[in-house]
């Protein structure tokens, strides 16, 4: 069953950095988007950023210039450094990945991880 781990939350003081990673384990043949959102405690879910599989990324306008998307070559894998961590930059980070296709060719659309914590405070 395909699934989604996320590693690498954590606590920092602001101005400090993280990076987080989301793998897709599994024998799997391509993956579209994969990218993150993140939930602060009484917030909606937000779009943090998201990479295609063709390499082209969008970010939340709160995180642009301090936080950076990237997949290996695999395209199985996406990584999230963040940089400058602020405050507000607090929450629950959630990857997130759809039109996931096996190597035995089963579709599936919409799949999220369960959630890593990101504390930023002084």
């Known amino acids: 069953q395909v699934h989604l781990v996320e590693s690498g939350g954590g606590f920092v003081q602001p101005g400090g950095s993280l990076n987080l990673s989301c793998f897709v384990p599994g024998d799997i043949f391509s993956i579209n988007n994969m990218g993150w959102y993140r939930q602060a405690p009484g917030k909606q879910r937000e779009l943090v950023a998201m990479?295609?599989?063709?390499?082209?990324?969008r970010y939340g306008e709160s995180v642009k210039g301090r936080f950076a998307i990237s997949r290996d070559i695999t395209g199985n894998t996406a990584y999230l450094q963040m940089n400058n961590l602020q405050v507000e930059d607090t929450g629950i980070y959630y990857c997130?990945?759809?039109?996931?296709?096996?190597?035995?060719?089963?579709?599936?659309?919409?799949?999220w991880g369960k959630g890593t914590p990101v504390t930023v405070s002084s």
């Open positions: 997130h990945a759809d039109s996931i296709v096996t190597a035995d060719m089963n579709y599936g659309l919409d799949y």
């Open positions: 990479c295609t599989s063709g390499g082209t990324k």
